[in-house]
DNA sequence: CTATACCTACCGAGCGATCGCTCGGTAGAT
DNA sequence: ATCTACCGAGCGATCGCTCGGTAGGTATAG
């Protein structure tokens, strides 16, 4: 029953090497979005997904998208479920993957970790803005097992930032009266770029983690100079 | 082809009117939410759209829910799309109305339009969750010329808070940086109650709109005392 | 007072199209 | 001989929608 399906080659360019750079030794490596490793029929999933929604899109076209039949699709993915749940956990687990090494890089500040962990949520929901714009705009649309794995997934993601908040709170760092609510707000503020952001607009994601850095540090009330 | 459909009685109780209670001879409409106008039709196909989105739901299931066979069900509406039509300018022409009074109430101070457009955003989405929910998440489902008259219509909603925060900092009362950017993340904030608002949580809507209040008004840096 | 006409508000049955998915293959590499 | 990586054809189910009705109310003519 639980055949294993192997996935579309990852695209091994063996030729660009982004990971040292001259001038510096080890980059932060949640900032980097260089790569994009989905395979293509995911990928082509994705693209169906975010044009017509899961239940708008058929199976035929993620196949034609990719060049495939839809045998051939099936030879890769069991169901047009899979794909749906494929691209959620991959997008999930990115994210917390980035976040943990954002907060790492923080060390011990409160206010530094607040800091990196808002940089990291916009940076990820404004690079990969259409898998962040299917992984909260189609839970519904999972079903089983799935579907409650991605909520814990998505309230561990909201627990990090509550416990940042309320640490900041209880040591006098930020000074809102509602640390609950101030989290998911900034929350909300920071998953919400997914549903707005242009990627050729006038700013780019990294200006605009700046900005939404400054917002949030005042939405939290953070006592001491700007 | 223009044939125009009759709506479903939308419950005409005569018994009930909360419009005046002794002690305060004019409410404040926008702040009321005790009726749901909604034709029965209409609250089946939100109730479904909720569950499964648009194209996961089927034209049997809004008719079943409603007690009706499918023809009855196209004898009131033309299409499956129009019931989603429908829903959509029925919420945004309820919240452009109801922000349009509550920045009449407020008057000509700007720190009060604010105040009480920002509650006016988190009492309709939380009251409204559902419609708001399915106006925010199924824009993609729209054809024609109901999905730019849909954008028109949020556009408008977001211009509004725009032109309150660009006063606000044009007279000193507002200290963000960034008035562009603090308006999106308010919006998004306000907005995005429709996604997490348990009506039976902790929190009613009213002292969730206080919080948001407070919350908002620090991230756009009001000076002066809270 | 009745007869006919017309209206709204529905429904049983079903049409053509499309859906997710599968069967039984083939081509090439190992 | 066996594996991976596909594909043409098509199956049963379900989709949005429609055809041709019926039941009951109301309006007008005789």
Redesign the pocket.
């Known amino acids: 029953m639980t055949r294993t399906f192997?996935s579309?080659n990852p695209e091994a360019s063996p030729a660009t090497d982004t990971s040292s750079r001259p001038g510096s030794i080890r980059e932060s490596s949640w900032r980097d979005y260089a790569r994009d490793d989905l395979p293509p029929i995911l990928s082509s999933a994705l693209a169906c997904f975010m044009e017509q929604g899961y239940h708008g899109?058929?199976?035929?076209q993620v196949a034609a998208r990719t060049?495939?039949?839809?045998?051939?699709l099936?030879?890769?993915y069991?169901?047009?479920?899979a794909l749906l749940v494929a691209l959620m956990s991959h997008a999930m687990s990115d994210l917390w993957t980035r976040s943990q090494l954002a907060i790492a890089e923080a060390g011990t500040s409160v206010p530094r970790q607040f800091d990196l962990l808002v940089e990291c949520l916009v940076l990820f929901h404004a690079r990969r803005r259409e898998l962040a714009f299917i992984a909260y705009g189609e839970i519904r649309s999972l079903n089983g097992t799935a579907r409650s794995e991605h909520i814990e997934a998505r309230d561990r993601q909201q627990r990090l930032m509550d416990s940042i908040i309320a640490r900041g709170v209880e040591t006098g760092i930020f000074t809102t009266r509602f640390p609950r609510e101030a989290s998911t707000a900034v929350i909300t503020m920071c998953t919400g770029v997914a549903q707005w952001f242009q990627p050729h607009g006038s700013l780019t994601p990294e200006e605009l983690a700046e900005r939404y850095r400054e917002i949030t540090t005042m939405a939290v009330g953070r006592s001491g100079t700007f």
């Open positions: 192997p579309i899109t058929t199976i035929r060049g495939l039949s839809v045998p051939g099936y030879h890769h069991p169901s047009k479920h």
